[in-house]
């Protein structure tokens, strides 16, 4: 048996990176999935590769509407959702809080954190439906601590409140048998983590006392685990997967 056996998910940013990965171990554990993203032709190719448990739908996470009709498509094929995996995320410009454009701090502030409520306000009923569910919003360590280096103050707010959204999702729907967790990943070998650094994490590295970044794959089975019944009496936590950055 997978340990995803039954279940049905929704992973947002899943033609790359993090997402991507995510949607390989779920199949590979036997859920079916509706993997969405705006990168349409690569979406279309992951899924293909995954079979008759993957479904890839084109997704504006930043619309209400657009949730609404990738719940229904989900729906109409695999039934009702039990998973909810907000990864879809960006970084925004490098740049000071005082430089930062009101219209680039708005961008990010929708995508890492208003689609992140869109997702739970319009899954959360299937949930109710299936009888519960598990929600995994991906944060990162800057939703934690304030980190030297990072991108921008949009970034860092939208991680802390994906963490504080998080726990009040738990709190609020844990009498449904709705689980919420939030998973905060440090330097993850993925497309948008090498386009930043413009490295492959070698001086990065030698800040994390693993003295390594992370595979995507191994964030994914962090992901997994809050996903599945392995998990079941974990909820309204802040899960860091960073080597021990955060530690120092």
Known sequence: MGKLDGKVAIITGAAQGMGESHARR???????????DLNEERGREIAAE???????LRHDVTSLADWGRVL?????????????VNNAGVLGPVT?????GE??????????QHSQYYGMKTVIPSMQRAGGGSIVNVSSIAGIVSIVGSPNLAYVGSKFASRGMTKHVAVQYGPDNIRANSVHPGYI??????????????GIAEAVPLRRMSEADEVSSLVLFLASDDSSYISGTEHIIDGGLTAQ
Do not use: Q, W
Request: glycine share 8%; with cysteine.
């Open 26 to 36: 779920f199949v590979s554990e036997g859920a079916k999935i509706a993997l969405t």
């Open 189 to 202: 070998k993925t497309p948008m983590m090498a386009a930043a650094t413009d490295e492959n994490g070698g």
């Open 96 to 100: 000071p809080t005082v430089e930062l």
């Open 103 to 112: 219209e680039e701090y708005l961008h990010v502030c929708a995508v890492n």
């Open 72 to 84: 229904r498509e989900t729906e109409e094929a695999f039934g009702t959702v039990t998973v909810l």
């Open 50 to 56: 995954l079979g008759e448990n993957a479904l890839f």
